[in-house]
């Protein structure tokens, strides 16, 4: 890679094992030897503290090709490399940057999105090239990437600055808009008509937009609403209240969440009527109302969601076979449900059932405030 | 790829958008027409049956490249597909095998797992080659990957066959044993005694093996002993519940989870005492305790977890600064918590905490029957 590349990047191999050779072959092909860096010495004696002694597989990963400089890493003990150095190419000696990133994404994503963005922007001015591409990604529930694919077809064959393309998980669906231009504010600029036309012909589906996810718009539309929302789950498990609470804030609009994985937490910690269960069976509109009426009650929240469905991989019946799954809404408006039948393994029937309520959720919030339709 | 390679896998690029363009890209490569399969058609007509109609888009997910064979998708529209045939290369045809994946992992894996690794199979068995690598993982938490490393430095150096690496994800480590042999059973006869001996050195840390987490793991040690579980969470936010009931059959021993948001929720749902929380506040581990007391009383369950903490990014104080975690466990032997400090974001300090109660209830499970330190 250096013999045809200004710049090569480097993920992994800077852990404390004996595998981890990133840096040791890094050094080799400059030939330089490896030295230890103290700072990155003493940062790693100091992130130890209190977890056991530094091993000397720990002190490795202080070390760096001589004259390379190491890149802070906030989330753990392995810091960056940057390397700038003269190539030995067969042509005569090129100058090259090498960067070593560590592997795992909490320490990765950090390093990119602070030094390595910062470095890239100021070694690309040194060049007096500089091109913005802007993305914005707006996100689609409730249809399927076929159907957006089809109602935007002309944006996309036709799209050249920006372009259009769409990108879908079971139950979600993307729509990137990404343009380019010498500029954030002129990309900016063109971004949004387009923006603009997507929402006018999708708008009823779009839950939001970029890194927002269905139960963070949920928050943030409940958190505007000031209202308040609790939750009762059996087949998603706790999904769907670990959806809601991975939003910061979210513990100002969500209240609570009851598993009830058994009949008998069904009835104590829902109240719903033993009667209930008996009759319609766990896995029922009835009982899927009944927990999202219990729910609610039980917080005195604004809203009360219920799940209860069959996500394999047994347990299913002729009537309720796998993959079955109620949800419900219980609010001021009253309480309604619907049944869906999802493909997949236990995981994907999660997650589609946990979807489908927070689906089922959006409507009532925007029918109460009229949310989700207009652009920004 | 082609030139020097007897067989080409893709993933990805099956989907009904105008991107997806692999079909395409490998018919035009062998000079082919794409042709509709009938039968990949009439399976897509089927699967749309009360999800809209089937767009053109749809249809073109169901062409192959003429004299391609059709890998049944059971997961997803589109079928993958296999093409084997003479490729025009520079020196002369030469027989080629391409196999075009689809990208979505329900998809994909499953489809590995079948279809290809049959194929594969009888391919190396018709070139009559068979070598077989054997993988067996171990799977530890409660210490550190640098810690397991020293601890098996002679066995990852020296190992050749099997080999030994250590991999690491934040409060968990793979110790993975790998070996190579012409039978299966030759490489488990290689394996068994680099196993066994890991499991002697470092047995009272490996709490599963192979796809086991340690979640799962809690669930097997619960099922065993005939004995079941409640949980409690705030910081968590469900997360624990989510993993528990993850593991299919988990019913057998999850009894009921309580995502306990506010101090009503834990109030009421749990039964904490309202003095307890003014006095020690509600990151304690005086509520730790008593959450999982609560929800063990809730469930009549034999083992009761707390989680109580501070995930942030906002919420820390002086005495509990974000990343603070108490976690109780309550059972027949009495309650314990234990405090924890912990750096990452509010995802990473989530998953710790929910680990660390996991960590703490394996410690009760094995001093209940001695569980974990047997090989097997």
């Given at each position: ?5 200004d710049?090569?990047?480097?993920i992994?191999?800077?852990g404390p ?17 490896l030295v230890?860096?103290?700072?990155s ?5 100091e992130?130890?503290r ?24 906030a ?7 940057l390397?700038?150095?003269e190539?030995?190419?067969?042509g005569?000696?090129v ?17 990119v ?19 913005v ?8 529930a ?14 996309i064959?036709?799209g050249?600055?920006?372009t ?14 990404t343009?380019r ?14 923006e ?11 839950y939001g937009?970029d ?33 809601l ?7 100002g ?16 910690l ?6 209930v ?6 896995v ?10 219990g729910?609610?009650?039980?917080a005195?929240?604004t809203y ?23 949800v ?5 408006e009253?309480?309604?449900?619907e ?7 236990r995981?994907?029937?999660?997650r ?5 309520a ?19």
């Amino acid at each position: 890679a250096l013999e045809r590349s200004d710049m090569v990047v480097t993920i992994g191999g800077l852990g404390p094992t004996e595998d981890d050779l990133t840096k040791e072959a890094v050094a080799q092909v400059f030939g330089r030897t490896l030295v230890v860096d103290d700072p990155s010495w003493q940062r790693i004696v100091e992130r130890m503290r209190g977890r056991g002694r530094p091993t000397p597989n720990n002190r490795r990963q202080a070390e760096l090709p001589e004259g390379a400089r190491a890149i802070p890493n906030a989330h753990g003990t392995a810091p960056g490399v940057l390397l700038e150095a003269e190539y030995p190419a067969q042509g005569g000696s090129v100058p090259r940057v090498v960067l070593c990133l560590p592997g795992p994404p909490n320490e990765f994503e950090p390093m990119v999105r602070g030094f390595v963005a910062e470095y890239l922007e100021a070694y690309c001015g040194s060049l007096g090239q500089r091109t913005v591409l802007l993305s914005r990604s707006l996100r689609l529930a409730g249809t399927g990437e076929s159907q957006v694919a089809h109602d935007l077809h002309d944006l996309i064959v036709g799209g050249q600055n920006p372009t259009l393309a769409t990108y879908a998980k079971p139950g979600d669906v993307e729509v990137r808009i990404t343009a380019r231009a010498s500029s954030s504010a002129e990309a900016q600029e063109l971004l949004l008509p387009v923006e603009e036309e997507v929402r006018r012909r999708l708008g009823r589906w779009i839950y939001g937009a970029d890194h927002e996810t269905l139960a963070s718009a949920a928050i943030r539309d409940l958190l505007a609403l000031g209202r308040t929302l609790a939750v009762a789950e059996s087949c998603t498990g706790g999904l769907l209240s670990e959806w809601l609470t991975a939003t910061p804030g979210a513990s100002g609009a969500f209240t609570l969440g009851a598993v009830a994985y058994t009949p008998a937490a069904k009835t104590t910690l829902l109240g719903v009527d033993p009667r209930v269960l008996r009759e319609h069976g766990a896995v029922s509109a009835e009982v899927a109302e009944a927990m999202a009426t219990g729910a609610r009650a039980a917080a005195g929240s604004t809203y009360g969601v219920g799940i209860t469905g069959v996500a394999g991989p047994t347990g299913g019946s002729e009537l309720t076979p796998v993959g079955t799954v109620f949800v419900a809404v219980a609010g001021p408006e009253g309480t309604t449900s619907e049944r869906a039948q999802y493909g997949g393994d236990r995981a994907l029937v999660r997650r589609r059932a946990a979807q489908q309520a927070l689906v089922a959720l959006r409507a009532r919030l925007v029918s109460a405030q009229g949310l989700g339709t207009s652009p920004g």
